[in-house]
């Protein structure tokens, strides 16, 4: 028998690290509001990437097709991260085919017939706010990304059409700067994500993600994982654009852990023994891995620079260190095949992390006070590691656009020896500062959103 219980089902992006901080807000939700029925829907693959150790009571997982063909579905048989393109595309199609709706019925089942009342999911699902406008429900989505990339998917169609922008196949290297969209204008076109001007345009990932600039719109709140202050003009933008905009960021702070983190003790026991903001943290993010020429570079730069250092480094990719690095670097640095990032940030020998522009590690960064040397390589990236030297001017971008010895020792000894580096550090800890007012205090904005946010639940 259907009761009013509120029923709040979340779809999540089952790729990458997108699962994470809309897993993060389900737990807040089902910790904050008990009486609510909170339902997870994802892939049987991306709940093993999540940390499942806490569930509440009234948080159930619900598994979503993911589209593939059988040939893939034995555990091992994974197609190659290179497909990831070609998986997406697939998981689409089922979703579009009715996957989505089928998982919000198995979702009322298994909470005994509690009839979903509000539809939140990843905003690259935008066919989520069609199903929930079937079931005449809301459709609150959550970017996981950065502002700047979310704007930019914004002004897709100014941005094809502007004069010296939307003009071809060079555009991937073109510096001019995005004073079209006064928001984005400390931005090149060169920063802009690819499928906007640049790439394969009709590619599934540039269709998914200008269906969803323009669906976004008609959502009942957009939510975002940053602060208020942190962007002040794109955070207008969104106001004037959404009918809600809700940043209640840095959501690794909202609802910690947020990815399962390995025993990985002694790389915090390792940084004990360091002195303060002298060791450099490396790491490209949850799966992708620097081209292999590059990562030989950036181990002869970080040997040269006799820094001391931390790296996550995927297994697969230490074959591409150069010969004898590990045992000549053995008193120097620290490799690991997963950190505990949140915690190597927040220790005080930590004194630049060397990435990607991924947006949780920005956040993380930036909340910890630590500079950043950003190697970025693909969609919001480049936005965010343009944000980070440019805009908040808190690290630099590595020179050239790659990695390389020379700009590796150039770029460490800028961030940790010198002047503009301690003025990095100042602004750094100042945005760290905002961001912890945000998520802590009862009055802080980040707080205040997702008692705002709750209310849109029911
Ligand atoms: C995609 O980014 P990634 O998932 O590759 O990278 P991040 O957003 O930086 O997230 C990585 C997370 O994994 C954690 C780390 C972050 O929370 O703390 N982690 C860790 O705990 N230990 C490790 O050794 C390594 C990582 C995408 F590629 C980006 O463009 C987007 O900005 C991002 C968000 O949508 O998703």
Same mark, same amino acid.
């Given at each position: 028998?259907?009761?009013?219980?509120?029923?709040?089902?979340?779809? #999540?992006?089952?790729?990458?690290?997108?699962?994470?901080?809309?897993?993060?807000?389900?737990? *807040?939700?089902?910790a #904050? *509001?008990?009486? +609510?029925?909170v339902?997870?829907?994802?892939?049987?693959? @991306?709940?093993?990437?999540?940390?499942?150790?806490?569930?509440?009571?009234?948080?159930?997982?619900?598994?979503?097709?993911?589209? &593939?063909?059988?040939? !893939?579905?034995?555990?091992?048989?994974?197609?190659?991260?290179?497909?990831?393109?070609q998986?997406?595309?697939?998981?689409?199609?089922?979703?579009?085919?009715?996957?989505?709706?089928?998982?919000? +019925?198995?979702?009322?089942?298994?909470?005994?017939?509690?009839?979903?009342?509000c539809?939140? =999911?990843?905003?690259?699902?935008?066919?989520?706010?069609?199903v929930?406008?079937?079931?005449?429900?809301?459709?609150?989505p $959550?970017?996981?990304?950065?502002?700047?990339?979310? =704007?930019?998917?914004?002004?897709?169609?100014? &941005?094809? @059409?502007?004069?010296?922008?939307?003009?071809?196949?060079?555009?991937?290297?073109?510096?001019?700067?995005?004073?079209?969209?006064?928001v984005?204008?400390?931005?090149?076109?060169?920063? $802009?994500?690819?499928?906007?001007?640049?790439?394969?345009?009709?590619?599934?990932?540039?269709?998914?993600?200008?269906?969803?600039?323009?669906?976004?719109?008609?959502?009942? *709140?957009?939510?975002?994982?940053t !602060?208020?202050? $942190?962007?002040?003009?794109?955070? =207008?933008?969104?106001?004037?654009?959404?009918?809600?905009?809700?940043?209640?960021?840095?959501?690794?702070?909202?609802? %910690? %852990?947020?990815?399962?983190?390995?025993?990985?003790?002694?790389?915090?026991?390792?940084?004990?023994?360091?002195?303060?903001?002298?060791?450099?943290?490396?790491? !490209?993010? @949850?799966?992708?891995?620097?081209?292999?020429?590059?990562?030989?570079?950036?181990?002869?730069? &970080?040997?040269?620079?006799?820094?001391?250092?931390?790296? /996550? $480094?995927?297994?697969?990719?230490?074959?591409?260190?150069?010969?004898?690095f590990?045992?000549?670097?053995?008193?120097?640095?620290?490799?690991?095949?997963?950190?505990?990032?949140v915690?190597?940030?927040?220790? *005080?020998?930590?004194?630049?992390?060397?990435?990607?522009?991924?947006?949780?590690?920005?956040?993380? /960064?930036?909340?910890?006070?630590?500079p950043?040397?950003?190697?970025?390589?693909?969609?919001?990236?480049?936005?965010?590691?343009?944000?980070v030297?440019?805009?908040?001017?808190?690290?630099?971008?590595?020179?050239g656009?790659?990695?390389?010895?020379?700009?590796?020792?150039?770029?460490?000894?800028v961030?940790?020896?010198?002047?503009?580096?301690?003025?990095?550090?100042?602004?750094? =800890?100042? &945005?760290? #500062?905002?961001?912890?007012?945000?998520?802590?205090?009862?009055?802080g904005?980040?707080?205040?959103?997702?008692?705002?946010?709750?209310?849109?639940?029911?």
């Amino acid at each position: 028998m259907a009761t009013a219980r509120p029923h709040v089902a979340l779809i #999540a992006f089952p790729f990458g690290t997108h699962a994470a901080p809309l897993f993060a807000l389900a737990r *807040a939700i089902a910790a #904050a *509001a008990p009486g +609510t029925a909170v339902s997870f829907l994802s892939t049987a693959r @991306s709940f093993a990437t999540l940390s499942l150790a806490e569930e509440s009571k009234n948080l159930l997982l619900v598994p979503v097709a993911d589209g &593939l063909p059988d040939a !893939f579905q034995a555990p091992a048989a994974l197609p190659p991260p290179e497909h990831i393109e070609q998986m997406i595309g697939m998981f689409m199609a089922a979703a579009a085919a009715g996957s989505l709706r089928e998982a919000l +019925t198995a979702a009322e089942t298994g909470n005994g017939g509690v009839r979903v009342s509000c539809v939140m =999911s990843d905003a690259f699902l935008w066919m989520a706010g069609e199903v929930a406008e079937a079931v005449g429900k809301p459709w609150v989505p $959550l970017w996981t990304g950065g502002p700047a990339g979310l =704007s930019a998917h914004l002004y897709t169609d100014l &941005l094809r @059409s502007a004069d010296g922008i939307g003009d071809g196949e060079t555009n991937w290297r073109n510096e001019k700067l995005l004073d079209c969209v006064p928001v984005l204008g400390a931005h090149r076109v060169s920063d $802009l994500p690819e499928g906007i001007v640049f790439g394969d345009l009709d590619a599934p990932v540039s269709r998914l993600l200008h269906r969803m600039a323009q669906t976004l719109p008609k959502a009942a *709140a957009v939510l975002l994982n940053t !602060f208020e202050g $942190l962007d002040p003009a794109i955070e =207008s933008d969104f106001a004037a654009k959404f009918s809600k905009s809700l940043s209640l960021g840095p959501l690794h702070l909202l609802a %910690p %852990p947020f990815v399962p983190t390995p025993r990985t003790d002694h790389c915090l026991l390792w940084l004990d023994g360091r002195a303060p903001a002298t060791v450099a943290y490396v790491s !490209f993010g @949850s799966f992708m891995s620097p081209p292999p020429a590059e990562l030989a570079e950036l181990a002869e730069g &970080l040997e040269a620079s006799g820094v001391e250092f931390l790296w /996550s $480094l995927k297994d697969e990719a230490k074959k591409f260190l150069p010969p004898g690095f590990l045992e000549r670097t053995r008193d120097k640095g620290l490799v690991v095949s997963w950190a505990p990032q949140v915690e190597v940030l927040q220790h *005080a020998a930590v004194g630049v992390f060397v990435m990607h522009g991924g947006w949780n590690s920005v956040l993380e /960064s930036i909340t910890a006070g630590v500079p950043m040397i950003s190697r970025p390589f693909f969609g919001d990236q480049r936005m965010n590691a343009r944000s980070v030297s440019h805009v908040w001017e808190v690290g630099v971008v590595v020179e050239g656009g790659a990695m390389t010895k020379d700009g590796v020792v150039r770029a460490l000894e800028v961030v940790l020896k010198r002047e503009e580096g301690r003025r990095m550090r100042e602004k750094a =800890s100042k &945005l760290k #500062a905002a961001g912890m007012r945000a998520v802590v205090r009862p009055e802080g904005s980040s707080k205040v959103n997702f008692k705002k946010f709750l209310e849109i639940l029911g």
